[in-house]
C-alpha cells in the first residue's frame, strides 16, 4: 500500500504513536487513580478489532447486503475503520492536556500547549481529522460526523467551525494523519482506494445502523475490564503489530464474556406443530406458514383477528422461520404494558426456548421495573440464569436463559439478541434523545413482532 512505519511505532514524520493517551484508569473513591494509561493508538485498535468481530459474528447477512449496497463491496473494511477512527480527536492539545505528564512528553517534542487552548468535543475534532485524511467529497463528510457522533449526538456544521487553537497546529495535524495511517497499516487497509468505491449513500437507515455500532464497540473496547490501562508515561510499548494480535484476543474474550458470541445457535426450521406441540394450527397460522415460505426478508406482517386466534403463537413462528433462515439475529416482542411484557417474557422463556431447545441466549426483559420483576436476578458483573439450572443426566448443569449485566444498562437492553418488553422502549429508538441511534441498532437485524396493538393505541397517540 505504500506505507511504511519507522522504528518507534510510527508514520512517517509523525511522533510516536504511543505518547498519546486515549483512556486511563478509573479514580477510586478519593478521587485518585494509578499514574498508567492506555495509548490512544491501542483503543483505536481495540475498537477495531471489537468492530471486525461484531461485524463477523452477530450482523445477519440481511444487514451486511444492506449496508454493502450503499458503502460497496468493501463495507466491512470501511465499517471497522471508521469505529477504529472515532476517537482521533483525542490527539488536540486540550484534551492531551488533561494528563499533565503526558502533556509534558508532548511538549519536549515541540507541541505546543497553551491557556488559550479551546476544549471541544474530540468528536467533532475526529471529523475534522477524518475529513483532512481523506480530502474528499459528501459521502466521506457524513460518514466522518456518523464517526464522531459516538457520544450520542451527530455534530452539526456550526459545531465544525472550530478555531485553529481546537486542533493545534501544524504538527498536531501531521500526528493525527499519522494516527490513521498507522491503523491503516496496522489493519491491513488502504482506505483512500476503499472509499473510491462508495456511490451515494442513498439508504438513510445506514447512518444510525453505523452510528450506533460505532458507539456499541466504544463501549465494549473501553471496558477496563477486557482492555486494561498498563502502560507507565514515557516507557516502551510492544509494537504495533503485535499488539494488534493481543487486541484481537481481548476483542473475542470481551465479545464472549459479554453474551454477544457465540450468536444464537438456531436449530433447523421447525414446523408449526413441532414449536407448539400442545396446538393444531388454524386457517390463520396455516396462511401465516404459507406466507413465510413465499416471502424474501425483509417483510412486514401484519395480522389482524379476533382475540384467541392465535396471533402471538403465528408472530412467533414467522420470527423463528427468520432467525432460522439467518435473515434475523435475534428478536424483540414489544407488549403495551409492563404486566403484559413480564407474562410474555416468561413465556418465551419457559415455552418456546425451552421448546425450540436454544441454550445459552441472552434474553432480556425491558422496561423500567424489569429489575423489580425479575427479583435479585441479575447482579452486577455475573452472567446469571434467569431461572435455577436444569441438572442433566450427565450431572452438567445446564442454564436455559441467562442475560449478561452489561446488557441491563441504560440505553443498551434493546442490544440483547432476545427481549421481550414495553413497546415504548423501541419508540425511544427513533426519538431525538441521545444516543436514539443505539437502540435503533439494537433493533436492526431483529425480528421486531408488536403484540396486543390494539390494547396500545390510548398511549401509541402521544408518539404520533
Request: net charge negative; glycine share 8%; hydrophobic share 40%.
Amino acid at each position: 500500500m505504500g506505507i511504511t512505519r519507522n522504528a518507534d511505532n510510527t508514520s512517517g514524520d509523525a511522533p510516536p504513536a504511543h505518547l498519546f493517551w486515549g483512556k486511563t484508569p478509573e479514580k477510586d473513591e478519593e478521587g485518585q487513580c494509578e499514574n498508567l494509561y492506555h495509548p490512544l493508538i491501542f483503543h483505536m485498535l481495540d475498537v477495531a478489532s471489537v468492530a471486525g468481530l461484531l461485524w463477523d459474528n452477530c450482523f445477519p447477512a440481511t444487514m451486511k447486503d444492506r449496508l454493502r449496497l450503499s458503502l460497496g463491496k468493501r463495507a466491512r473494511e470501511i465499517a471497522i475503520f471508521f469505529a477504529g477512527a472515532h476517537d482521533i480527536g483525542k490527539a488536540s492539545p486540550a484534551f492531551q492536556k488533561k494528563q499533565p505528564e503526558i502533556a509534558k512528553l508532548l511538549s519536549s517534542r515541540g507541541f505546543r500547549f497553551s491557556s488559550y487552548d479551546i476544549p471541544q468535543p474530540h468528536g467533532f475534532i475526529s471529523v475534522h481529522a477524518l475529513r483532512e485524511f481523506f480530502k474528499d467529497g459528501d459521502t466521506v463528510s457524513l460518514l466522518s460526523r456518523i464517526s464522531g457522533a459516538h457520544h450520542g449526538v451527530f455534530p452539526r456544521s456550526e459545531n465544525l467551525k472550530m478555531r485553529q487553537a481546537s486542533l493545534g497546529g501544524e504538527q498536531w495535524t501531521k500526528a493525527r494523519i499519522g494516527l490513521l495511517r498507522d491503523i491503516e497499516v496496522a489493519l491491513d487497509m488502504d482506505m483512500k482506494s476503499c472509499v473510491q468505491t462508495i456511490g451515494e449513500i442513498k439508504d438513510p437507515a445506514v447512518v444510525p445502523v453505523l452510528a450506533g455500532f460505532i458507539s456499541v464497540v466504544d463501549w465494549i473496547a473501553s471496558s477496563q475490564r477486557y482492555f486494561p490501562c498498563e502502560t507507565v508515561p514515557g516507557s516502551t510499548v510492544p509494537p504495533l503489530d503485535d499488539y494488534r494480535k493481543e487486541s484481537e484476543a481481548r476483542a473475542r474474550g470481551s465479545l464472549e464474556s459479554l453474551g454477544w458470541i457465540p450468536a444464537i445457535a438456531m436449530p433447523g426450521e421447525a414446523d408449526f406443530s413441532s414449536l407448539f406441540p400442545d396446538l393444531t394450527p388454524n386457517d390463520l397460522q396455516r396462511k401465516v406458514v404459507e406466507l413465510t415460505d413465499k416471502k424474501g426478508s425483509p417483510y412486514l406482517m401484519i395480522i389482524e383477528a379476533p382475540m384467541g386466534s392465535g396471533k402471538t403463537e403465528a408472530a412467533l413462528f414467522a420470527a423463528d422461520r427468520e432467525m432460522c433462515r439467518k435473515s434475523a439475529q435475534g428478536m424483540y416482542v414489544a407488549m403495551p404494558t409492563q404486566a403484559t411484557s413480564n407474562a410474555m417474557f416468561r413465556r418465551v422463556m419457559d415455552d418456546y426456548l425451552k421448546t425450540r431447545g436454544i441454550q445459552n441466549v441472552n434474553l432480556l426483559l425491558v422496561h423500567s421495573d424489569a429489575m423489580l420483576a425479575l427479583g435479585d436476578t441479575v447482579r452486577e458483573g455475573e452472567l446469571l440464569d434467569f431461572r435455577p439450572s436444569s441438572t442433566e443426566e450427565n450431572g452438567d448443569e445446564q442454564g436455559d436463559a441467562q442475560v449478561q449485566s452489561w446488557f441491563t444498562a441504560r440505553k443498551r437492553p434493546l442490544l440483547a439478541p432476545l427481549g421481550v418488553g414495553t413497546v415504548d422502549q423501541s419508540l425511544m429508538s427513533v426519538l431525538q434523545t441521545r444516543h436514539w441511534f443505539v437502540r435503533l441498532f439494537g433493533l436492526a437485524g431483529k425480528v421486531v413482532v408488536f403484540d396486543e396493538v390494539g390494547a396500545g393505541w390510548g398511549c401509541l397517540d402521544r408518539f404520533s
